[in-house]
């Protein structure tokens, strides 16, 4: 009787940890895919300056909050050898804003102008749009980093980077 007891509670037990444990790897479940549309990171910008097409989907269990922003990549810039384009590796600061504009056919909820909550499994389309400023010099490459964070993680979730070649409209 002793034997059947101390088992007994050594499952229930073990159901309890188990759950727990999987209770506490859901809530820290913090996964998003980042991808760029037609794998289209490479564009030049005229004087309308580029835009991107770029797909956020939320890739873990839960519903999450997720805030989108974008900055000059860390990184030099060196897509002239590749593209044999361009005279300078200097990474150049580019003017770069998100819009909606009806992409989506599901009801994805934005919360302010650079977030947006999704469901699990559930996509949202956006467009990045990349204007030169007056002034900026001609047959140079920036590199802008589009970075996805949630508020319930710590860290970047995903980060695609993209590449503007700033063309000389006076050689169109």
């Known amino acids: 009787m002793k034997l059947i007891v101390t088992f007994i509670t050594a499952c229930l037990a073990a159901v309890t940890l188990s759950k727990s444990n999987e209770e506490l790897t859901t809530s820290n479940d913090c996964s998003a895919q980042l991808i760029v549309e ?28 997720f805030t989108l922003s974008s900055k000059k990549s860390s990184k030099p810039c060196r897509n002239n050898a590749q593209y044999n384009r361009g005279n300078s ?8 804003s ?32 990349v204007k030169v400023p007056k002034g900026t010099q001609f047959n140079v490459w920036s590199c802008i980093d589009v970075e996805v964070k949630s508020k319930d993680c710590e860290s970047t979730l995903d980060t695609k980077t993209l590449s503007v070649f700033v063309a000389d409209p006076s050689e169109g």
């Open 38 to 65: 037609k794998d289209r990171s490479f564009k030049t910008a005229d004087e309308e300056g580029a835009q991107f097409v770029l797909v956020l989907t939320n890739t873990s269990k839960d519903v999450k909050a």
């Open 98 to 129: 998100f819009q909606n504009n009806n992409l989506n056919r599901n009801n994805t909820k934005k919360t302010s102008n650079n977030d947006v909550l999704l469901k699990s499994g559930e996509s949202y389309k956006f467009i990045v749009n």
């Open 89 to 96: 590796s200097k990474n150049i600061e580019l003017d770069v």
